[in-house]
Nanobody, 123 residues
């Protein structure tokens, strides 16, 4: 499975972006998908995850109420809608697929990773 994250860019604080995660070579219809981010000099951290059907989601406390992860039931494409962005959201954002329909917050639960997309929020 190859994953590709897209949709990043430069936005002012308070603005919005929508990230998209797409898969090639094999569909992700049965896999949970997570979004992670890594800021310069910091460890990669969990942002949000969604199970295969889209019926179960998990969010990091830092993004609850501002970010929304979504997917059509059993579809490979996963979205991360980011609203009310803050400068501290600046990072490279990665999407990853787990073995099975996981919504884990742990990096180790995800086995397929895509290249990231840069999100920069200016103050």
């Amino acid at each position: 499975v190859q994953l590709q994250a897209s949709g990043g860019g430069l936005v002012q604080a308070g603005g919005s972006l929508r990230l998209t995660c797409t898969a090639s070579r094999r569909p992700l219809s049965n896999n949970g998908v997570g979004w992670f981010r890594q800021a310069p000099g910091k460890e990669r951290e969990f942002v949000a995850s969604i199970n295969w059907s889209g019926g179960s989601t998990t969010y990091a406390d830092s993004v609850k109420g501002r970010f929304t992860i979504s997917r059509e039931r059993g579809q490979s494409t996963v979205y991360l809608q980011m609203d009310s962005l803050k400068p501290e959201d600046t990072a490279v954002y990665y999407c990853a697929a787990g073995r099975g329909s996981t919504t884990s917050t742990r990096i180790e639960a995800y086995i397929y990773w895509g290249q990231g997309t840069q999100v920069t929020v200016s103050s």
